[in-house]
């Protein structure tokens, strides 16, 4: 069967600055902690070694147009841009973005880009990061800044990526900087990351800039075990804490009232001002990206809560194992394709169907050399998942679903985080060594899939 996307259907990846650039002027919490506590990134690689974006950005692009790329997403460092997070603008950094999305747009690529990818400026984090309105403020002046230096030639912008993870990671789950678990903190930081990110779209509003601007979210949604009700409610209260927490603010301008009752009755609610539900609605997008990895599958909770321990998310439901789930046994992530029809089914009938696209979905695999045919990686698997995906996509949009585009994650393998170079995503190979790209099988699938607008399955 034939597989075809409407017209002018954006085909492209993502990436983010961190994750690719290197040569970094500016630090961030990533090269503090990296500094103090290597052996939590694996094999000890740090966020200098990337793929080296900074100087290779020319000829990356026109791998990008090999691929057949209408559109890319990356990021701005909000650090190299201004190191301190509040002063004096970097002008190599202006140069250096302003080439990379000059040379995107007379390729024919549009460029989509991020104000936030987990990148918090050192010296912001030094003074509290999220937890302090200061540092909303400076956010704030920061992306005035870029939409003023770059708001001409950049028509789609997204003021975060996936911002639940630097709360998951960051003050609930030990994954990223600064490494607290405490519930309340968690729930100042998502709460000032939403003020941020409605201060970012005042001023876009107010600047009267010719583009849109919208959020990049990981949605996973919340399968219950059962339709037994305690099964629904666990299912629910992961849906509001994960999914909610910041879908309802950016697409109805404010927050779900059960989840506003549910904290207020543990008495884990952030300090609120009186104005601020006036912020909160005003940050209202034109344009979600939707980050599509894994659904959350739970159950409710069998043991009593140790009341000793910390509040978390999981007083309310457990983490359920479906037999038979189909497993990335590398990412520990369940691969469950229709999981990307059901978001866009959600937000076409409770949302009222806001303009959206896949901004990220991808397979992150290890030891991928082993795939290596005459010198190019065959990742079938990876053609597979990307085809089982768009197959729910195209079955989202001919149901009516407003989405308009499927980037991947991602372009050129790159630095992911803790686990570094462990899992590879990229159309194309990196060769750490060399520095040498070679695109994979996947990455010409994808190219016949753009050029076309459409592919073939079974
Ligand atoms: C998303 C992030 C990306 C990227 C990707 C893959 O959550 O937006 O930055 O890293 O996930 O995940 P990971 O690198 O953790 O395997």
Redesign the pocket.
Same mark, same amino acid.
Do not use: A
């Given at each position: 069967m034939k597989y075809a996307f409407p017209d002018n259907f954006w085909w492209g990846s993502a990436s983010?600055a961190l994750?690719t650039e290197g040569a970094r002027e500016g630090e961030t919490t990533w090269d503090d902690w990296f500094a103090r506590e290597p052996n939590r990134f694996h094999n000890g690689v740090g966020p200098q070694q990337t793929s080296t974006f900074y100087q290779h950005w020319k000829t990356d692009i026109q791998l990008l147009k090999q691929l057949n790329h209408n559109s890319f997403r990356t990021s701005i460092s909000w650090a190299r841009l201004i190191p301190d997070g509040i002063g004096e603008v970097n002008p190599d950094a202006v140069d250096f973005y302003n080439q990379v999305i000059d040379e995107l747009n007379e390729q024919g690529i549009t460029p989509f880009i991020t104000l936030f990818?987990?990148d918090m400026p050192m010296a912001m984090q030094e003074i509290g990061g999220w937890e302090n309105r200061d540092v909303v403020d400076a956010y704030a002046r920061y992306a005035q800044i870029c939409f003023e230096l770059f708001g001409d030639r950049v028509l789609h912008w997204f003021t975060f990526?996936?911002p639940i993870?630097p709360v998951e990671g960051g003050y609930l789950y030990d994954f990223h900087y600064p490494n607290v678990v405490d519930f309340r903190r968690a729930a100042t930081v998502a709460y000032h990351t939403v003020l941020a990110h409605a201060k970012a779209v005042q001023a876009y509003r107010a600047g009267h800039y010719a583009g849109e601007i919208g959020i990049v979210l990981?949605l996973t949604p919340s399968y219950p075990r059962s339709q037994n009700p305690a099964d629904v409610k666990a299912a629910h209260v992961a849906d509001l804490m994960f999914n909610r927490s910041f879908l309802d603010p950016v697409l109805r301008g404010e927050y779900p009232a059960d989840q506003v009752a549910l904290l207020k009755s543990y008495d884990q609610l952030p300090a609120c001002k009186p104005e601020d539900g006036f912020l909160i609605a005003e940050g209202k997008i034109d344009l979600l990206g939707i @980050?599509y990895?894994q659904p959350r599958r739970v159950k409710c909770r069998d043991s009593a809560v140790n009341p000793q321990a910390p509040f978390m998310p999981e007083w309310f439901f457990d983490s359920y194992e479906m037999p038979g789930r189909k497993m990335n046994p590398y990412?520990g992530w369940e691969i469950y394709a229709p999981g990307i029809y059901d978001i866009l089914i959600n937000l076409r009938d409770n949302y009222g169907n806001p303009r959206c696209f896949i901004s990220?979905n991808?397979m992150?695999v290890e030891n991928e050399q082993r795939f290596i045919e005459n010198g190019q990686i065959n990742d079938q698997y990876r053609i597979e998942f990307i085809s089982e995906h768009l197959t729910w996509l195209h079955k989202g949009i001919s149901e009516g679903c407003n989405c308009l585009g499927y980037h991947m994650?991602t372009f050129i393998d790159n630095w992911?985080?803790c @686990?570094a170079y462990k899992?590879r995503?990229g159309f194309i190979q990196l060769d750490l060594e060399t520095q040498q790209r070679t695109i994979k099988k996947s990455g010409e699938w994808f190219a016949a899939t753009a050029l076309n607008n459409s592919f073939e399955k079974e």
């Open positions: 983010s994750q990818h987990f990526n996936e993870v990981n @980050n990895y990412r990220e991808g992150g994650w992911s985080w @686990n899992n995503y």
